[in-house]
């Protein structure tokens, strides 16, 4: 049986929504109004690329979860899962990722942070190569990414790190956005907006 290697990017990939909002309008309901109206500013300067996109994503995050332990960001994390995973999931995209035989390797590929996505990649027995949190010595969020945003070339360069490509004869790469041509390009199958 020839060997497959997955690429699922997430966000408008597998689902119909940007799950960073999403999460934290979710989780935070009274505050997230806001505290977007606070950012606001900065989200139009990153579209106008005036400013770093990740330093804008670093700061509106942290102004929510900064401060909170592991444990109480996994609590929320797997309460938006439960609540809204049968919401956000394209259901064509669902079925797809269930339906991967189990000889295949699958990954979730996401400029996404791990906080919120770990549950969906567990459900779905994916791998998960993301924008990852950084914790301090008691284990509580500081606000800051622990990884380079893992979006554009980064998607490319993290794969490259952490899957052996060469034992793979087929590189399946599912995406949506420009964010992910450089995940693409590794593909010798690639789908564009392949769920819609």
Known sequence: MRRKLYLFDFDGTLTNVDSLFDFLKFSFP???????RKHFIS????????????????AFIADFLQGKSRKELEQL?????????????????????????????????SASVDIWLQPFADYF????????????????????FASENCNYQQKKIRIEKEIDLSLYDEILAFGDTKGDAAMLSLATEPHFRFFE
């Open 77 to 109: 994390a797997q309460a938006y899962f439960r609540a809204k995973k049968d919401v956000i999931l394209r259901d064509k995209a669902k079925k797809y990722v269930e339906a991967i035989n189990n000889y295949h390797d699958k990954f979730i590929v």
């Open 43 to 58: 989200f139009v300067l990153t579209k106008l690329k005036i400013t770093d996109a990740a330093q804008a994503k670093e």
């Open 125 to 144: 027995g994916c791998g998960l190569i993301c924008t990852q949190a950084e914790y301090d010595e008691r284990d509580v969020f500081t606000g800051k």
């Open 30 to 36: 009274s505050e997230y109004n806001r505290i977007f």
